[in-house]
């Protein structure tokens, strides 16, 4: 019998919904908010849900059900330790992941991980897409397989997305995704950061993340350890 489907380890950067308590109409509500913040970043994004904190049960079907009503997809669970509770999990159809494995094991596959890595951060970026006239609310810009120089605004509501690095000269006020095929040596440069949200390789700070010294100031974005660095330009 022929074999039309081959099976690979991969890696992918997923977020992580932390509940710290099992009040799931308040979790859901600030969850609704931060979505609401980037809806075409976040919608139909693949999260896990860390659940170390919480002590008492866990409906776990309600839980599914209200992420999903955020536009939010949830896939795993990960700090759950009590035999009851992964199964419960399992059960309403979430997968099990802890320190050691996550989506995979990371031991297992560093070696075709960084090999992965390697490729893409070495992947030549031959042209510049250059944008002069302001990105205005509601407009998308992809410069696929390139860097992304906008010389003018980004305004609230709009996104600028580049495989490579991303320079702004002018206000960023909606939002930037560098390295959006996860190469993580990617940049972003602003002349005055005011973002709704940026991202570097699939991490990403919104608004409420970046502290007040960066806040309308020339910053350079760089991805450390999968972390976001901000530094001043000044």
Not at 41 to 62: E, R, T, Y
Not at 68 to 96: D, K, Y
């Amino acid at each position: 019998m022929s074999n039309n489907i081959e099976l690979k380890g991969s890696s992918f950067t997923l977020s992580v919904i932390h509940l710290h308590d099992n009040d799931l109409d308040k979790a859901i509500q600030n969850l609704n908010h931060k979505v609401q913040q980037a809806p075409s970043f976040f919608s139909s994004a693949p999260v896990v849900i860390n659940i170390s904190k919480i002590k008492q049960s866990v409906d776990f079907n309600l839980l599914k059900k209200e992420i999903f009503s955020t536009g939010l997809v949830p896939v795993g669970i990960t700090g759950c330790s009590q035999p009851e509770l992964i199964e419960n999990a399992r059960q309403s159809g979430f997968a099990i992941m802890n320190a050691g494995r996550q989506i995979v094991n990371h031991h297992d596959e560093k070696p075709h991980q960084e090999n992965n890595q390697t490729e893409t951060s070495n992947k030549e970026h031959s042209k510049t897409k250059i944008i002069k006239t302001p990105v205005r609310s509601g407009q998308q810009i992809y410069a696929q397989d390139c860097d992304l120089v906008v010389m003018n605004n980004v305004s609230a509501g709009a996104e600028i997305i580049s495989d490579g690095n991303i320079h702004i000269y002018g206000t960023l006020r909606g939002r930037a995704i560098a390295g959006a095929q996860g190469n993580q040596e990617s940049i972003i440069f602003c002349n005055n950061l005011k973002p709704e949200l940026i991202s570097i390789a699939g991490n990403y700070w919104l608004s409420e993340n970046i502290a007040k010294d960066y806040w309308a100031q020339p910053t350079l974005t760089t991805l450390q350890n999968n972390n976001l660095n901000i530094q001043l330009l000044v």
